[in-house]
């Protein structure tokens, strides 16, 4: 028999809105692991209630993956990335690494790029919106900074579309890295995305700098 000091602790009953932060934080793991077609039953088996239980937070399994979905927009979008890319008293290459460091620590995350790979294999809805709230304005906003710095005679026109284009494939290659370690499961050292990082940016500036000199 345990003694009385080696018992566990009473279990902690836990009120509505921790329990719904709890299902909806497991949710956000097993549907990174098994994808948005997995069952809530096998969920329920992993959070050990019923799974009656879990339909008393959320109505339907729809309406689950749709918090699930929200939660993950609402945490993208804690980051002030915009100020980090505006602040014109640094220079613009370090004003872009730092971007990119803080972009790399917020989407390089697992369950966020495994979510994100099912969302836009579940239709896309998801996808297209982070694309046209979040990404769109992100590239747009570099290239307004790079040819602010490298052009400043001409910082007040439109970039020209191949510059978001340019900006997409830089973006894209970034992102396969996330999907080498998280999807392919390759292992992916720090200093070795530290070191892609420098010379994304060293190629970033190269290619604006050409089509900036070209427009």
């Known amino acids: 028999m345990l003694a009385r000091h080696d018992e566990p602790p009473p279990r902690r009953r836990l009120n509505r809105a921790d329990r719904r932060e709890l299902i909806l934080k497991e949710a956000k793991r097993f549907f990174a692991q098994h994808g948005f077609d997995a069952n809530t039953r096998d969920l329920a088996r992993v959070l050990g209630v019923t799974q009656p239980l879990i339909y008393r937070y959320f109505p339907s399994k729809e309406a689950l993956v749709q918090s699930v979905v929200a939660a993950m927009f609402e945490a993208q979008g804690r980051h002030d990335w915009i100020a980090v890319l505006t602040d014109r008293g640094r220079p613009v290459r370090d004003r872009l690494l730092d971007f990119f460091r803080a972009y790399a620590d917020r989407t390089y995350d697992h369950d966020w790029i495994r979510l994100y790979m099912f969302a836009g294999l579940a239709g896309g809805e998801f996808n297209r919106r982070y694309i046209a709230d979040v990404t769109q304005p992100l590239l747009a906003r570099i290239a307004v900074e790079v040819r602010a710095e490298l052009a400043p005679d001409r910082a007040g026109q ?3 579309a191949i510059e ?9 290659g970034l992102y396969y ?3 080498r370690r998280h999807i392919y499961l390759q292992p992916l050292a720090e200093a070795e995305l530290e070191a892609v990082l420098q010379l994304t940016v060293d190629a970033l500036l190269a290619g604006l700098r050409k089509l900036i000199d070209a427009d």
């Open 158 to 160: 439109t970039p020209q």
């Open 164 to 172: 978001i284009d340019f900006l997409w494939v830089l973006h894209g």
């Open 177 to 179: 890295q996330a999907i």
